[in-house]
């Protein structure tokens, strides 16, 4: 489908208008204690065309990737605009949007694994397990990879085709502790194809037995105390803060529906060590875990710095909250699949590392918490969050002590924010899933954070 020269339907456009085509192929295998539990594979593919006119939209999509198919949905697209157009009164400017330009491949170096050559790999993992730690429980592996290949025109000028191919390993302990099944996990995620990313399964020997010491110390853990406590929450859990927390309400449909953020702009919102960016593609010289080069509206994606040395400075927009705002969007409207339209979303969110060394900022803190990884999490657009941490240690005179056993923290993420008295130099980047409407990839990370936050105690 994607020989299709789009360019030949430029006519078609009256209004502002864009046509993109997409395919999702998605591969999944999860093994449970030796036994293959899920083995599937996914795709779908089609296209979409949505019309624009003083900030009222008409989409249609279909899964009929031809000349007619094609055709059809420009004709319904235009007659839904045109019905919304006669039922609402709103006469919104163009918006100046750059327009993106560009192809952006990546196709696998390596031939394709198959599927039993995937489960081989998997299952060596959990035969070292099954040896070397009898006194599990329970294992879990899942392998999952994604790619998604899309190519867009609109009537701007903008048109790119791309692919976006992305690796994801989770592992999974238990062991039953007195009655009870602790666990613990630890997921990988690259950008890139499976069959390039795929690692010896040595390779992961040391990570598999460092996973289980942190459950066999959790096994002799405590229960945290409640209470507002100095934490280093470490990548993982300052990432979700970054993302859930402070991400949602800064993005611009929230924002018009009434978010905290849309009378902080301009105002102090964090201590003046933070600086929060949603990265557009490239940080550091390397290729973020979810690069994107040029949204799913045709504009050439930017990096969008939220707040800059404590202070708000930007939302996050697509090109009709743009519109709205009078603002300028900087690539941060995406769709996941070939039927959804974009909305405003993240791509890949963190707080910019500081100066201080990890070990350090444990170092400072005479009673408090190091706080690894969480399980789940939910925030509103308050900027109210409550987290579960499923992984972390006590802080007992700037040393670690006893690893706890799952709890929750909580809190008002720009108050958080504000409490921040050192981020470390050292960085960790990875992958998560935002579930605003549409499923969809993002990157999650960045350093870690000394801070104050509500702990609950036992979860």
Known sequence: MFDLDLKKYQSLFSDYGELRLQKNIDSYININKSDVVWNTNKSSSGLSVRT?????????????????GIKQCFHEAQNKLDWLAGKQQRQLPAINASAGNGEYLYRPQNRALKANEKISFLLEMDNYLLKKYPDLSNRRFSLISSDVEKKYIN????????????????????????????????????????????????????????????LRKKCEGIYAKPGVHDVVLDADLAGILSHEAIGHTTEADFVLKGSIAGDLLGKKVASELVTLVDVA???????????????????????AVIIRDGVLEKFMHSRDTAQRLNMHPQGNARAYGYYDEPLVRMRNTMILPGTSKLEDMIADVDDGYYLIRSSNGQADTTSEFMFGVVLGYEIKNGKLGKAIRDMTISGVAFDVLKSVKAISKEYKFGVGNCGKKQQISVGMGGPAILCKVTIGGQQ
Not at 54 to 64: L, R, V
Not at 283 to 295: A, G, R, S, T
Not at 297 to 303: M, N, Q, S, Y
């Open 52 to 68: 624009g006119r003083g900030g009222i939209w008409g989409f249609s999509s279909s899964g009929e990737i031809n000349d007619n």
């Open 155 to 214: 009537s701007a000028g903008g048109y790119y085709h791309l692919n976006r191919p992305l690796t994801h390993l989770v592992l999974s302990l238990v062991m039953n502790h007195d009655g009870d099944p602790i666990s613990v996990y630890n997921s990988f995620s690259e950008f890139g194809h499976l069959q390039d990313n795929i690692k010896p399964v040595e390779s992961f020997y040391a990570e598999l037995d460092e996973l289980y010491e942190h």
């Open 281 to 303: 593609h490239t940080y550091k010289d390397k290729l973020c875990p979810v690069p994107v080069f040029v949204d799913d509206e045709g504009t050439l994606a930017e990096d």
